[in-house]
């Protein structure tokens, strides 16, 4: 017979993972949809420059990133409004930061890659981080509890009136900042909602000392891990941007977007779902979590695994059918991506089970190492082959980091060989013949 408490976290778990699993699926439907109509509005270099702009956000937020979320989750005063408003106002304050530094490097940046209009770019789309840094606690409140119903509706919602607006000023100006006003829109009726439409107290500024400390020690794994996170990841745009052009750019852009819906669907469940769920899993039935690992993995990988099969021998006529032929190269690149994915989307299905461990110093070494074994790659690859080496190096590195991954989860007693080692096998073969019908345009 099983506890109540387990039956409320498997039907909390299963609620919050379909919301998770229907936002994420309207968005990248929506995102799908609105990127058909883009690529008619707008020409390829300012996707290029829109993947350089996210790039920076991106990773001057998760090196600034303390953990203030996942803080609020794990933290037993997590529920407390002393704790959650001093986490606010540390919010508010990195938000500030980021957009200060924003403001002095832009220069850089358009003189590192040539395109002048990033000095103007990259201040306004700093905003966005000012906005988000007053998001309201209750965001992460609601994932605590495994509540995320609302959320969900504020994500959609706020999604949608964004791409609307963007798709608008597209029309009507065709340009770049038709991307930049669009997003900001979005982020800043996000933070509105997320104040005045989910249930809790309210924020206010506050520093509680106990609070501090809890949050920083918590923290500074979690800001070496998201940095390293960043530069293991969506950082990898700023080095490829620099040994591509902005329409090779763009096209790579285009490609990874669609392959990455699978490693998307995974952090999404792997931040909202599994890492609460696991944690409690463990603190209150630690025997349970092989079980738990199993039904959770094969749920994730089959489906993931059956779309990345599909693009690996059908991802150019796919893009070649969706986008003119502008776009034209993104297809082969798609394929190459889709093998990668292959072996990440195995690798990824861990995703959570450290942290919920407090392993947080093996989650991070290993990404410490996919960087160097990162770089190496596609260094070789672009020497060798050019742009398309860079492809095929970033498409590796999931199959070259899975015996690190292997070995560190052998340690912890969390590696399951039974699911992994024939997907693997098969994936393998896969690979081998669909490598053959490849043709580079």
């Known amino acids: 017979m099983k506890k109540p408490e387990l039956l409320t976290l498997k039907k909390r778990a299963i609620n919050s993972g379909l919301w998770v699993s229907v936002s994420y699926g309207a968005q990248q439907v929506l995102r799908f949809g609105s990127n058909l109509i883009l690529t008619r509005l707008l020409f390829p270099e300012a996707f290029g420059l829109m993947a350089i702009m996210q790039a920076v956000m991106i990773g001057l937020t998760m090196m600034s990133d303390i953990g203030i979320q996942p803080s609020i989750v794990q933290n037993k005063r997590g529920n407390e409004a002393s704790f959650l408003n001093t986490a606010w106002t540390i919010q508010v304050i990195q938000g500030l930061v980021i957009f200060l530094v924003v403001l002095v490097t832009a220069p850089f940046f358009a003189e590192f890659y040539h395109e002048p209009l990033l000095m103007q770019l990259l201040p306004v789309v700093g905003l966005g981080a000012v906005i988000a840094g007053f998001n309201s606690t209750k965001l992460a409140t609601a994932n605590r509890e495994l509540y995320m119903a609302k959320v969900t509706m504020i994500e959609i919602v706020t999604y949608v009136i964004s791409l609307i607006t963007i798709i608008l000023f597209a029309w009507l100006y065709k340009s770049v900042w038709a991307l930049v006003w669009g997003t900001l829109l979005g982020g800043f009726l996000k933070m509105l909602a997320s104040h005045y439409m989910l249930p809790g107290n309210r924020n206010h500024f506050a520093w509680e000392q106990a609070s501090v400390k809890a949050l920083f020690g918590f923290g500074s794994w979690i800001f070496v891990s998201s940095a390293l996170t960043f530069l293991a990841g969506e950082g990898n745009k700023l080095f490829v941007a620099k040994l591509l052009d902005v329409n090779m750019l763009a096209f790579y852009t285009l490609a990874s977007t669609m ?86 989307i195995v690798g990824g299905s861990y995703a959570g089970i450290l942290l919920a461990k407090g392993l947080v110093r093996s989650s991070t070494a290993l990404l410490a190492l996919q960087i160097v074994v990162q770089v190496i790659a596609i260094l070789i690859g672009h020497h060798f082959y050019q742009e398309y080496g860079v492809v095929i190096a970033l498409a590796s590195v999931s199959w070259l980091m899975y015996p690190a991954y292997t070995y560190v989860h052998i340690k912890a007693g969390l590696w399951q060989p039974k699911i992994d080692l024939p997907i693997l096998a098969l994936s393998s073969i896969i690979i081998f013949f669909a490598s053959m019908s490849l043709k580079y345009v």
Not at 274 to 284: G, M
Not at 315 to 327: C, T
Not at 332 to 344: D, E, Q, Y
Request: aromatic share 16%.
């Open 259 to 344: 392959s990455l819906i699978f490693w998307q669907s995974i952090l999404q469940l792997s931040g909202k779902i599994l890492l609460p769920a696991y944690s409690e899993v463990l603190r209150n039935n630690p025997y349970r979590i092989h079980n738990v690992m199993t039904k959770t993995r094969l749920v994730m990988i089959i489906p993931s695994w059956i779309c990345a099969l599909f693009f690996v021998f059908y991802g150019d006529q796919f893009m070649w059918l969706l986008y003119d032929d502008r776009y034209r190269e993104s297809g082969v690149m798609l394929r190459i991506l889709a093998m990668g994915s292959l072996a990440g």
